[in-house]
């Protein structure tokens, strides 16, 4: 059975920090890129950041700078720095693991986690 648990979330003054982890079982872990997203109330989900198994990086345009997408293999961990909090931060943050775009192992399912509540409010 395929998991991915999110953790991490919380309530969070502006200008703090929090680091999300989403520890994945039962995917081969390393060959998937691993991303995260987040959903505000009443706005659509968007893409966060995602980082591929051979460890290349994107990054939404509003989180550059700020946050810090990582990965443990050994561990099936994906970790979320986030810095420098602000309000419209504020969603629930969900991990998703892709299979890679190309080669043997591209038609395999995607897979989401149900998500962690980041709370940005003083």
């Known amino acids: 059975q395929v998991q991915l648990v999110e953790s991490g979330g919380g309530l969070v003054q502006p200008g703090g920090s929090l680091r999300l982890s989403c520890a994945a079982s039962g995917i081969g872990f390393s060959i998937y890129t691993m991303g995260w997203y987040r959903q505000a109330p009443g706005k659509q989900r968007e893409l966060v950041a995602t980082?591929?198994?051979?460890?290349?990086?994107t990054y939404a345009d509003s989180v550059k700078g700020r946050f810090t997408i990582s990965r443990d293999n050994a561990k099936n961990t994906v970790y979320l720095e986030m810095s420098n909090l602000k309000p419209e931060d504020t969603a629930v943050y969900s991990c998703?693991?892709?299979?890679?775009?190309?080669?043997?192992?591209?038609?395999?399912?995607?897979?989401w986690g149900q998500g962690t509540q980041v709370t940005v409010s003083s």
């Open positions: 998703k693991a892709d299979p890679p775009r190309f080669g043997l192992f591209r038609s395999l399912p995607d897979y």
């Open positions: 980082l591929t198994s051979d460890f290349t990086s």
